[in-house]
């Protein structure tokens, strides 16, 4: 399929990739341009929960959140037509992952140590990177990412230096 007009768009794009790549800014473009259904996990889950990530993170243990994950992934794969912005480590896990495939399509959004700092440098809800907003340890977990979210990925697409309208185009091209 090619265009990629709302009415042509009936698979799930999953958005996957490190913390600061870009999902949600590109999630908000696709509904806004493409009228698909945005789901946020991460907004989704603090909502649910009714407290931020650093809390639950903080009070129920990172487990407790991956589980949060899973569950809402259960959830979504009922459904059609949406945009998920993943949480950056929901692709981590294979159930995770088998779950977007049978109901979507998985594109992974890449940018360099250096974008992400910048991206992710005033942002205090991101537990796993507190005492680490540095260049050296952002590419030291993202290399160790780095397999799981490549053989999750039906798509990859880089977001170093282009706009968000480009990024969806890139991605509905492939659709
Ligand atoms: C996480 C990424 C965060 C959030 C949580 C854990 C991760 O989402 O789910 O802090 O393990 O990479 P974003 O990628 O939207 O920042």
Partial sequence: MTGGSSEQIRENIYLIGFMGCGKSTVAFRLKKDHGMHLVEMDSQIEREAGMPISQIFAERGEMC??????????????????????????????????????????????ASPETILERVSRSSHRPLLEGKKNVRDIAALMEQRRPAYEAAADQVVSTDGKTPEQICSEILENI
């Avoid at 059609?80 to 912005?85: E, F, H, L, N, T």
């Fill in 65 to 110: 959140f991956r589980d949060m994950e899973t569950e809402l992934l259960r959830q979504l794969a009922g459904r059609k037509d949406m945009v998920v912005s993943c949480g950056g480590g929901a692709a981590m896990r294979e159930e995770n992952v088998q779950l977007m495939k049978k109901s979507g399509r998985v594109v992974l959004l890449t």
